[in-house]
T-cell receptor, first 116, second 109 residues
Framework: GAVVSQHPSRVICKSGTSVKIECRSL??????MFWYRQFPKQSLMLMAT?????????EQGVEKDKFLINHASLTLSTLTVTSAHPEDSSFYICSAREAAGINEQFFGPGTRLTVL | GQNIDQPTEMTATEGAIVQINCTYQ??????LFWYQQHAGEAPTFLSY??LDGLEEKGRFSSFLSRSKGYSYLLLKELQMKDSASYLC??????????WGAGTKLIIKP
């Protein structure tokens, strides 16, 4: 089956620093990647959708200058949380879709971000 | 607006059967997913329904009625490892996934 990896799995950083999270599709080419955030006991919240080679589409209420997304290749997307604050502490999950019209998204294992 | 409704929490006994319901109102419909999510982990795929009817896969089955905007996930012969959250998600007309809040399933011995 399709495998998506995320790195790092867990990160602890100081307030004000930036953190980069990588999402890779290991055995398929992902034309679209999605970034989600999940707070404890809540459902997934879509942050942005990125298509390879184009700018990400951010959901309402998500600051694009704070959450920088780059999808430079068909197998790699990165999310950079800039100037992180404690309220950014959350579980960040990426998913990848192989092609338009194929509905299934394959999820990465998630990254637990804790901002002190 | 778009809305997915599922119960917040359910409790069942090991070895029993449980049905988790999901109702939806979305702009268009291109299929419905059920995902399982253990605490601290990412969701894992369980099932996908796009046509009406029942899809059976081992101990898990998923049912869809598009006319009623309704789906359920049926789990048989419950095991302790089935304790998790179960997420219902609908693909809308823009091929975006609309997520329910999830149902936390607690299995008791």
């Amino acid at each position: 089956g399709a495998v998506v990896s995320q790195h790092p799995s867990r990160v602890i950083c100081k307030s004000g620093t930036s953190v980069k999270i990588e999402c890779r599709s290991l055995d398929f080419q992902a034309t679209t990647m999605f970034w989600y955030r999940q707070f404890p006991k809540q459902s997934l919240m879509l942050m942005a959708t990125s298509n390879e080679g184009s700018k990400a589409t951010y959901e309402q209420g998500v600051e694009k200058d704070k959450f920088l997304i780059n999808h430079a290749s068909l197998t790699l997307s990165t999310l950079t949380v800039t100037s992180a604050h404690p309220e950014d502490s959350s579980f960040y999950i990426c998913s990848a879709r192989e092609a338009a019209g194929i509905n299934e998204q394959f999820f990465g294992p998630g990254t637990r971000l804790t901002v002190l | 607006g778009q809305n997915i409704d599922q119960p917040t929490e359910m409790t069942a006994t090991e070895g029993a059967i449980v049905q988790i319901n999901c109702t939806y109102q979305t702009s268009g419909f291109n299929g419905l997913f059920w995902y399982q999510q253990h605490a601290g982990e990412a969701p894992t795929f369980l099932s996908y329904n796009v046509l009406d009817g029942l899809e059976e896969k081992g101990r898990f089955s998923s049912f869809l009625s598009r006319s009623k905007g309704y789906s359920y996930l049926l789990l048989k012969e419950l095991q302790m490892k089935d304790s998790a959250s179960y997420l219902c998600a609908v693909v809308d007309s823009n091929y975006q996934l609309i997520w329910g809040a999830g149902t936390k399933l607690i299995i008791k011995p």
